[in-house]
C-alpha cells in the first residue's frame, strides 16, 4: 500500500475535449474516466478566477481528476473558461466576469447529456461558483457545491433564485476564507436557505495543504456516493507522481 500524496496521479482514462458554446467559442478541456465499468455520475468544474491565476489546472481539480475516477468511479470534466490558458491550452474568447462565461458552462452540460455520461454535478470554485449561482439554477442537475463562494459577482437576487431548486446544493466555507467567512456566508445565503453551509475549520480560500484537499474531496464525494466516503489515503495499485506546480 502507498500513501496517495499531493502528486500521485492513480489510473484512469483522461482525454482532451472541446466545448463548443452557443455563441461560437470553443473551449478546452479534459475527461478523465474510470479505467474499468462506467461512472456513477459526472462532475463539471468551473474554475477559479482567471485574471489572478485560476485555471482549470488549479490544484484542487487536477486533485480531482488524477484521484476520483479511481477511488469513487466518478468522471471529471474540467475546461478552461473563455479566454482562460492553462497547460491543457487555450479557450478561445475573453474573460467576461462571470456573464458569458454561463454560456460555458451550460456547453459543458450539454457535453455530459450529449455523451451519456451519467448524473450531472457542479463543483464551482471561487469565480467558478460566481459562474454557477448565476446561470446553473435552472439546469437539470443533480447536485451542485460551492467551494469558497466570494459571492463578488452575484447579487442577492440571482442568489434567491436557488431557494427552488430541487437538488441539492452544498456551500464548503473555509473558516480563515479572505472573501467570505462562515457567519456571513450564513447571512448572505439565507436567501436560498435550501443551500447547506458547511464550515470547514482551519480551512483557506485555496484550500492548500492534504488536509484540505482531503476535506473537499470527501466533501463532494459525501453527495455523490457517500458509501465511498471516508475516501481511501492508501492505494495498493499503480500510481504515478507527476509535476503538481
Keep these: 500500500m502507498t500513501e496517495i500524496v499531493a502528486n500521485s496521479v492513480l489510473p484512469a482514462k483522461r482525454e482532451l475535449i472541446n466545448l463548443i458554446t452557443s455563441d461560437g467559442e470553443n473551449l478546452i478541456g479534459e475527461l478523465a474516466s474510470p479505467i474499468q465499468g462506467k461512472a456513477i455520475a459526472t462532475i463539471i468544474t468551473v474554475h477559479p478566477l482567471p485574471t489572478h491565476g485560476g485555471n482549470t489546472d488549479s490544484h484542487l481539480y487536477r486533485k480531482m481528476s488524477w484521484r476520483l475516477p479511481a477511488l469513487a468511479g466518478i468522471n471529471i470534466l ?35 447529456k450529449d455523451h451519456n455520461l451519467g448524473k ?33 459577482f452575484t447579487t442577492q437576487e440571482e442568489l434567491a433564485k436557488w431557494k427552488n431548486v430541487l437538488f441539492p446544493v452544498v456551500a464548503l466555507i473555509p473558516e480563515f476564507d479572505d472573501y467570505l467567512k462562515p457567519d456571513e456566508a450564513k447571512e448572505r445565503f439565507s436567501v436560498a436557505p435550501n443551500i447547506q453551509i458547511v464550515p470547514a475549520a482551519g480551512a483557506k480560500h485555496l484550500w492548500v495543504g492534504e488536509i484540505s484537499v482531503q476535506v473537499v474531496l470527501n466533501e463532494i464525494v459525501k453527495m455523490i456516493a457517500p458509501s465511498k466516503v471516508p475516501l481511501p489515503i492508501l492505494w495498493d495499485g499503480p500510481m504515478e507522481k507527476w509535476n503538481d506546480i
Excluded at 89 to 96: K, L, N
Excluded at 135 to 141: E, F, P, R, S, V
Design 78 to 112: 474540467r475546461f478552461n473558461t473563455r479566454g482562460t490558458c492553462s497547460k491543457l491550452g487555450t479557450s478561445s474568447g475573453s474573460f467576461d466576469s462571470s456573464n458569458n462565461e454561463g454560456k460555458d458552462l451550460l456547453a459543458a452540460i450539454r457535453y455530459v
Design 120 to 152: 450531472p454535478y457542479v463543483v464551482g470554485w471561487s469565480f467558478g461558483t460566481d459562474v454557477t449561482l448565476r446561470h446553473a439554477y435552472d439546469q437539470d442537475l443533480t447536485g451542485v457545491i460551492l467551494l469558497s463562494p466570494p459571492l463578488r
